[in-house]
């Protein structure tokens, strides 16, 4: 089992950046899918990246392809989030989350904390 721990949240103006940070300790994390989704208030949880931990690759919603770059240091055992060009609609918790990539179809079972990110015009 992995446990996660987000950090670097904050408040900025429209137009800025944030890197947000997600603390990985556990074993085998090469047999994990690891992402980061958002909630913001009154709305449901969305994806908004993901990676193998394994591989190092991206994936992104729509709404954040080309302004959010999803990452990972194995050296540190940190997943990264950087958002660059942040508008008000991306304020909200954001949150990593992890599941195993075998056997396929497995949910995200294990999340962080969360950390808010708020974006004003």
């Known amino acids: 089992q992995v446990h996660l721990e987000e950090s670097g949240g904050g408040s900025v103006q429209s137009g800025a950046s944030l890197r947000l940070s997600c603390a990985v300790s556990?074993?085998?994390?090469?047999?994990?899918?690891m992402g980061w989704f958002r909630q913001a208030p009154g709305k449901e949880r969305e994806f908004v990246a993901s990676?193998?931990?394994?591989?190092?690759?991206?994936y992104y919603s729509d709404s954040v392809k080309g302004r959010f770059t999803i990452s990972r240091d194995s050296s540190k055992n940190t997943m990264y989030l950087q958002m660059n060009n942040l508008k008000p609609e991306d304020t909200a918790v954001y949150s990593c989350?992890?599941?195993?990539?075998?056997?396929?179809?497995?949910?995200?079972?294990?999340w962080g904390q969360g950390t808010q990110v708020t974006v004003s015009s």
């Open positions: 990676l193998n931990w394994s591989e190092n690759d991206g």
């Open positions: 989350a992890a599941k195993r990539t075998f056997p396929p179809g497995q949910q995200y079972d294990v």
């Open positions: 556990g074993r085998s994390l090469n047999r994990y899918h």
